[in-house]
């Protein structure tokens, strides 16, 4: 069975820190995600990768930034923590709309 | 007006209905389509997807795409306790992942 792994469930950080997010995948996919999931907003898209050290910006990337230096992992990064970034954050990846694509179980991070 | 709608509800069933949830759309470019479920405090979980108009048929779960009106439906006949979760539509035009809108989701309660 195919796999989205986050590292972190829950999450609390300070104003200002520096805050990683990490996301592995078992699926050897070329295409992972970044959202975030916030209450009467939806998903909304951060950032994207098609693949190695390939990034795009989504819909709301301002305030982070990814990272994909190996094809299984990808991470987000918020360069300085602030209390409107908490939210729940998802990572996904697959292959194409055509198949669907497969989330991890979130990180709920909570900045204070 | 978003470009994918889906009633937030909640919606209330008793145990062995049949469940119908709906997404409209304004796009009409969109080709692929897809329903997940999320169980509270988890990340979504991929039901069905499909290419275009048609119906697609899995178990329980039966999967509509009306494009002429622009409408998706999930049907679930049967309905459990365990159907209740937060379903969400999402659409994309591509086959790409950048592309992939999604509903605000619908919640569902089954009860015994």
Redesign the interface.
């Known amino acids: 069975d195919v796999k989205?792994t986050?590292s972190s469930r829950y999450l609390v950080k300070r104003t200002g820190e520096k805050v990683f997010l990490e996301c592995v995948q078992d699926m050897d996919h070329e295409?992972m995600?970044w959202y975030r999931q916030d209450p009467?907003?939806?998903?909304r898209?951060i950032y994207?990768s098609?693949d190695v050290k390939m990034k795009?910006k989504?819909d709301i990337p301002e305030g982070y930034s990814v990272s994909r230096e190996k094809k299984e992992r990808f991470s987000l990064i918020l360069e300085s923590a602030s209390t409107n970034q908490t939210s729940m954050y998802?990572c996904?990846g697959?292959q194409?709309?055509?198949?669907?694509?497969?989330?991890?179980?979130?990180t709920?991070l909570t900045v204070v | 007006q978003k470009e994918v709608e889906q009633d937030p509800g909640p919606l209330s069933v008793p145990e062995g209905a049949i469940v119908s949830l709906n997404c409209t759309y304004s796009n009409s470019a969109f080709q692929y389509f897809m329903w997940y479920r999320q169980y509270s405090r988890k990340g979504p979980e991929l039901l069905m997807y499909t290419y275009s108009s048609g119906n697609k048929e899995d178990g329980r779960f039966t999967a509509q795409v009306d494009k002429s009106s622009k409408y998706i439906s999930l049907f679930i006949r049967d309905s459990q306790p365990s159907d209740s979760a937060t379903y969400l539509c999402a659409m994309s035009p591509n086959n790409a992942g950048n592309m992939l809108t999604f509903g605000g989701g619908t919640r569902l309660m089954v009860k015994p």
């Open positions: 989205v986050q295409n995600f009467g907003l939806g998903l898209l994207f098609y795009e989504g998802l996904a697959g194409g709309a055509s198949y669907g694509y497969t989330f991890g179980s979130g709920r």
